[in-house]
């Protein structure tokens, strides 16, 4: 089962595996929208696949890693944590209300689209 996190817990979420390896959270957005609103990269490494190219790329994202799939309002995120999880990824969870919520909860200064 997928974590369902949202933006306010996270930091919580990465910290419950400290040995896991650095936090990663996966922007699964298209170009467009990494242009229109972006997270800082504050406590975890953020990688940026679109979706569509998460399959071929997938041996750039390291499975040993605690990994939050972000997209614009948790969708795209959760069907590609579940992709992940599929391929034997450990720790996944999905950021829920995506980028979206991010705002709201976490940055104020992320642009709403």
Avoid: K
Avoid at 22 to 42: C, G, I, M, N, Y
Avoid at 58 to 75: F, N, T, V, Y
Avoid at 81 to 93: I, Q, S
């Amino acid at each position: 089962m997928i974590d369902q996190v949202r933006p306010a817990q996270l930091s919580d979420w990465f910290a419950a595996a400290p040995d896991a390896g650095r936090p990663l959270v996966l922007d699964v957005r298209e170009p467009w929208e990494l242009q229109t609103a972006s997270v800082s990269a504050e406590g975890f490494d953020l990688l940026t696949i679109p979706m569509g190219s998460v399959p071929d790329r997938l041996a750039e994202i390291d499975a040993s890693r605690p990994i939050a799939c972000l997209c614009h309002h948790g969708m795209r995120s959760l069907r590609v944590a579940a992709f992940l999880e599929h391929h034997g990824f450990a720790r996944v969870a999905n950021i829920s209300g995506g980028i979206d919520a991010w705002s709201q909860e976490r940055d104020p200064a992320v642009p709403r689209y």
